[in-house]
Structure formats: structure tokens, C-alpha cells
């Protein structure tokens, strides 16, 4: 039987949703109705937004819930404007994403609406990004590049004192400061920067600890960078790993394997390969070099995340570069990323973001990738 | 009949689903599973974050999929970890929020799970504010008022060029250097600025555009300042609306209205009064002063908006100064925010935020509202 595309419908706000910005192009913070058929896409967004909303893309028909007839009483439900949006366009039955809200849905479907849950992602095609996207996405990873240059620059500046901890022009350097001086050349550059992480020694070993307090020499210390562009909405993302001074020669292995590990990631990188398959290579990269995985009370150690997610207007997104996923395609831009954690010495990540080609990857923003700061 | 609350569960990233946050006062990126119920509070993490989210609350009862008994290839989705905690815990039926994902809900109930979805506010306490809590919104609420000193420094010292556009140190000051400058501020407390508004002239007119380009002089500019702050994840929320040099006789009528209209709204505020009643005295100020609402070419203009919402977790939270809300209570914390908008004169809106006590309110945070700058 033939699986018809039924028009897709979506509810939220564009600033929080990334599938309804990249449909529309439209942004702001309060939540709008979605509703694309296959000739017209419909944006209905309350009446202080109609000029903006118009201004923004001429290809979208703009509606209110006062034009769709929405009763006052129901003027502030969203489920509302989305009933009577689906009666303008003589609409039944719809696709939505997971994420749809079950409140709304359950309403939609006493007003008669037959929803279709599709599962994954939902605008598939944010996976394949266009010129103009691309050209977004290099911009913000340039800026990212430039921020983890000034993380670099502190450091290098630094020296070690007596107990090993490093310190810059008089004070302690700490993971808050590095982090401070990396959104503040962010925000230069008009992206937010977040929380970076500037995880040292064991802190570094949590992939999702921020890292806080003294820096220290002689230790791995984990940065990742991950700001959203204001304007555009798009991220970029970019981690290094450096000591300061003399490392380990553990963490000398460590960083052997994790540059192998990534070298291989990306050689594998091209369009038609199996997300899945670059994972496994990876992981055996790890193995070669003496990393396996193992759980330490109950704690995972080794290679504990995938290798790579899709970058777009979100964060993570498709494709993933891990255990169960498709094939790559040409215009794709995601992370490859190989790490190693264990909790006696750290951790030790090398990320960067590459588009897709017919026949390998480029960089969206080179960075260099030396392990030690002198 | 008596309505018996069920246990409560919730499913998202606690970085931006501020029920999860409050509740379990654990920060992190990735999706989370939470059930609440009424002797034990259950999350669910991967065995990456398990360390860390047993620091942050000792009172939760942490678990891993892997402890649940989450079969492999099912360990990337949260529903099949809700699956195996209600098991664990022995709950069939649940609240969830409205929000809930359709996607999960349809895969609990093919399990035999009971949802029944909460309207509105789903962990309503968060909209009482513990002590804690409002010495957090007032640490952010000071960061904001200091911004809007920047950003009234800034226009205090520039000049108008001939043309009426204001100019300071030798470049034009537009709206995006006084938000850079806004962010800067904000970053050195911590703060996360996104896009506050610095919107002259008409652009004020519109309450969510941001606004760009040359500033002038002689019209009102709105400054709308809203940050968040990074390791608590409270909000600010304050504007103001200045005039460099001469404002016209209209702009001064839209001031005068909108600070009593402000005025009035505050003298309300006490535990007990209905938010709808106060929007209504509000409202009726604005037209006292001869400002009602008025609809040209299907936009509104005029007092277009709400009197207030309350401000948390989220920027936008319970409860409500619009139409249809119930009454305050003490330790509300929430905006007070009149305003006009008219195409021909621009924007005019006062806003600060306030706790609501047995007898009135306090200011989180003192802020002059004086409109004309020299």
C-alpha cells in the first residue's frame, strides 16, 4: 500500500523550534501555528506578529486567529487556531512530529483531526543544508574557532605555580575565567555562547560537566565550545584538548588515540557511508591503541558516546554518527568527535564540524589541533 | 467524585524544561526522565550523567536505564526508560503535562499506561517562590537594572548628528551596539542576554521586534531587557523607554499614561486581588488618558498586550495579569509591564518586576523611570 504524505502541522514557538524556523524563516518568541500542504504553507501567528510575519517571508500565507473566525473566548489556545487553520484549508488528517504536545492532540482529535505521529526527524531536509546554510554554519564555527584561539592565548599566557595550578596576572586561572573570556569573544561575534566547558583533569572525565575552579598544568584540560548565532540561529561546535606543560605519557596515549581515532573518523566521512559503519571504525581506532570500554562502578569509562551528530539550527540533530543510523548525503554538516574518559586521568576529545561532499568532508573553520601549550 | 492526583511524570532536557529543573535541581543537556511521586521522586539518566545528578540531590532516587533493565536496543528511548521506572515504581497511571509528546504517550499507552494531561501549570508551586528562589531573581533583576544603566550611559553620552541620528565617539549608536553593550554587561554577571530590544521610533510599535539601525533623538526608544542567568537559570525582566533630548508633546501624553497606567497596576498587586482585575484597572487608565485600542489596516494598536506574567525558571511563567486568571499569592513573582503601541509615535512601555507580599509588592530591583535623557 502506498504511504501518503498527509500535509504536516506543527505548534510551538519559532525561536525554541527549529523545525517551524527553518520552514518559515520566521522568528520569535511567542508560539505559532504551522501548516504545511503540499501548495501552500500557512503561518498563523496572533495580530501584534502579522507585520513581522508577512515582512519576513512573502511565500508563507499569514493568517490570525481573528481572520480564521477563532472565537474570543479561545483567542489564547493554540489548539484552537490550529482547528480552524485545518478547516480554512479543508484539512483532516495530519502528520506531526513526536514532540507534538499530547493536550493539544487530544483535543485536535475530539475536533475530528486524525494525527499521524512520525517519528525521527520531522523536516527531513534540515539534514541537507543549502548554500546559504552552509555559509551560516562556517561563519559561527569561525567565530567558535576564534573563541577557543582566546582560550588558548590564556593559557599560554599562564604559568604554573608552586602547586600546579596556573595562574594569569596575578589571579588563579580558572575554568569560570576561560569560559567568561570565550562568550565575551562570542558575543563579539553577536553568538551566544552558552556554557562552554573548561573541564580540567578528572572533571574532564563527565563529557557533560562544565568544569570549575583552578586550571592546572601537566593535566588535560577538555573545551568545547558550542555558541548559537543571534541572527541566523544556527550553531557551531568545536572541541580541543590541551595540557599545559608536560603531559602524562597516559595522556600523551590518550591523545595519540584520540587524533588516530578522528583522523579516521573523517578519512571515513563521504557521502553514501553508513553512519554506523564510521562509528565502528572509530571505536576500533580506540581499541588499537589500547582504549576499550569498560564500567568502573558503574560508571561507563572509555569511548562513552557516539561519534558525531548532525548541526543545524539545532545543536544535535540529524544525521548521527553512531550505533543505529542511516547513510550520509551531500550537504550534510555534522561533528566528528572520538573521546576517551576515565577518571584517573581525564578526558580527551577532538571535535570538529565538516560538511558532507560527494567524495570526503571539508572543514566549516580549521583549528589547529595540538595537544600542549608550553 | 474525588479527583486523586496520580503520580506525575515528566520527560525532557532539565536545561529547557524548567518543571524538571525545579524539581529535581539537576542541570544537564540531555533528555531526563522524571517521576514524582508522593514519597519518592524518581530520574532516570544515562550512565554518563549518573554521577553528576547524584550530587546535585541527594533526595532523588537516580536511575540508569541499564539498572531499569532497558533492553539495548532500546536504550535510546525515553519512553521505553518511563516504560521500565513505572514498572519499577509500580505506577499505572500518571499525570503528565500538556506538552507531553504525543510520540511517547501513543508508545506508554500501547504499554498499558493511563495518562491523564494537566491544563496550565503542571508543578504549579514553582509559581510561589521559595526565599531562595527570589534572592535569585533578585541577583538577576540587579544585573538587569545595571545593564539598562549601560545602555542609558551609552545614549546619555551621545549627540544627535543633523539628521537626528544619534552618534557617539565618531559612529553612529545604533540599536544592535547598545544590545552589544547590554550583552556585555550581562555577561560579566553571568548573565545571558539573547536579543533585548532596543527599538526607536515606530520600530517600538511593535512589541517583539528587536530593533536595528541608527537610534534618533527626539523619539522614544523601548529597551527591553531579559536575561537569563546561567547557573541558576533565573530570569530578568525590565523596560524602560527613553527619549534623547525633546520628546514631542504625544510622546510625553504616551509616557504620562503609561506611568500611571504602571503606577496603577503596582497600587494593586497583594496577595488574594484576581490578575484579570488588575489588567482591567490597568486598561482602564489607558483610556482615562485617552489611549484605547484601535485596530488599522488588521493591526492593533494601543495597550495590545497583557499587564504582566510572572517570571522563574521561564521568562514567561504563572501567573498571569491578562484576562482570564486567577487571583496572587504571596511570593508571586511577576512583571507589571503597561504599554502603548501606535504606528505614527512608536512604542511606550514600563516594566518592572515585582514579588507580590500579604500587603503589596517589592521590587526585586530599583530602576529610575525618568524618559528624557539629555
Known sequence: MEKLTAPKLMLGSPNVYADILHVTGFKAP??????????????????????????????????????????????????????????????????????????????????????????GAFISQRAIKRADEIEHLRAV???TVDAMGVARDLIRRSHAGRNGELRLAGAPLTSERVRRAINEALLQQDCIGGEPIVACGEQGADPHGVGHGPLRAGEPIVIDIFPQHQETGYWGDLTRTVVKGRPTPTVAR???????????????????????????AVTLVMEQHGFSNRTVDGVPEGFTHGTGHGVGLEIHEAPSLARTDGVLHV????????????????????????????????????????????
Not at 590518550?254 to 583522523?263: F, I, K, P, S
Request: net charge positive.
Open 254 to 280: 590518550l591523545y595519540r588515540a584520540v587524533r588516530a581515532a578522528q583522523a579516521r573518523g573523517l578519512a571515513l566521512v563521504k557521502a553514501g557511508r553508513p553512519g554506523a559503519a564510521i562509528h565502528r
Open 30 to 119: 511567542d508560539p505559532v501555528v504551522v501548516l504545511q500542504t503540499r501548495k501552500e504553507c500557512f503561518l498563523a501567528v496572533s495580530r501584534m506578529e502579522l507585520g513581522r510575519a508577512r515582512a519576513a517571508n512573502p511565500a508563507l500565507t499569514v493568517v490570525t486567529p481573528e481572520e480564521l473566525g477563532v472565537p474570543v473566548a479561545q483567542r489564547r489556545r493554540l489548539s484552537a487556531w490550529a482547528v480552524a487553520l485545518l478547516k480554512r484549508a479543508g484539512v483532516k488528517r495530519v502528520e506531526v512530529p513526536a514532540s507534538f504536545p499530547l493536550g493539544t492532540a487530544r483535543r485536535l482529535e475530539g475536533a475530528g483531526v486524525r494525527l499521524r505521529v512520525v517519528e
Open 331 to 374: 550537504g550534510n554538516v555534522l561533528t566528528v568527535e572520538p573521546g576517551l574518559y576515565y577518571r584517573e586521568h581525564g578526558g580527551m576529545r577532538i571535535e570538529d564540524t565538516v560538511v558532507v561532499t560527494r567524495v570526503g568532508f571539508e572543514y566549516l573553520a580549521t583549528c589547529p589541533k595540538t595537544l600542549v601549550i608550553p
Open 141 to 143: 564555527q569561525q567565530s
